[in-house]
């Protein structure tokens, strides 16, 4: 094989790799924010990292009196659910699931985060269950979707953490 064919099936076989994993490579070399989506009636539309990592934790369980938190995490491996792992929870994949596997035993929370399988998934489902809260690429949120602030701050601005 010649240098330039190495290069052209070295090209091919990425691009399988990537069709292969479910990837998508980044827009214009950057990937987008990842957005904090909740069900259009929920009463909130700026929090803190710190507050985020509140529901996320599970310890902040509603959102009123009335109106329970239904986490929505992405499956393992979508960049969505790494960049909440790194960022919001602070944690690896397994200190996740032993977490919530502690946290269920404990009896400090009912379930784990449900796990929805797309982007596309969870708009859906975070408009249809009152007070859902889903991590969504930026560029896959639906027009209309409730975005949330977080630190004051909308996805694609400077100072927005969740990159």
Not at 38 to 63: C, F, I
Not at 114 to 143: C, Q, W
Request: hydrophobic share 45%; proline share 7%.
């Amino acid at each position: 094989m010649t240098g330039k064919s190495k290069s052209v099936c070295k090209a091919v076989l990425l691009g399988w790799l990537w069709v292969c994993t479910g990837q998508v490579a980044p827009a214009q070399g950057r990937e987008s924010d990842v957005a904090v989506v909740v069900h259009p009636d929920t009463p909130v539309s700026n929090m803190t990292l710190a507050e985020v990592r509140k529901v996320l934790l599970g310890d902040r369980q509603y959102w009123t009196s009335n109106m329970p938190v239904v986490l929505l995490m992405r499956a393992p491996v979508a960049r969505e659910r790494n960049v909440v792992l790194k960022i919001i929870y602070q944690m690896t994949e397994s200190q996740f699931k032993q977490y919530w596997i502690a946290k269920i035993f404990r009896a400090e929370a009912a379930s784990a985060p449900k796990i929805v399988y797309s982007n596309d998934m969870a708009n859906e489902l975070v408009t249809a269950i009152p007070g859902a809260i889903a991590f969504i690429s930026s560029r896959d949120v639906h027009p209309g979707s409730k975005v949330i602030r977080i630190d004051n701050h909308l996805p694609g601005e400077p100072g927005y953490p969740l990159r």
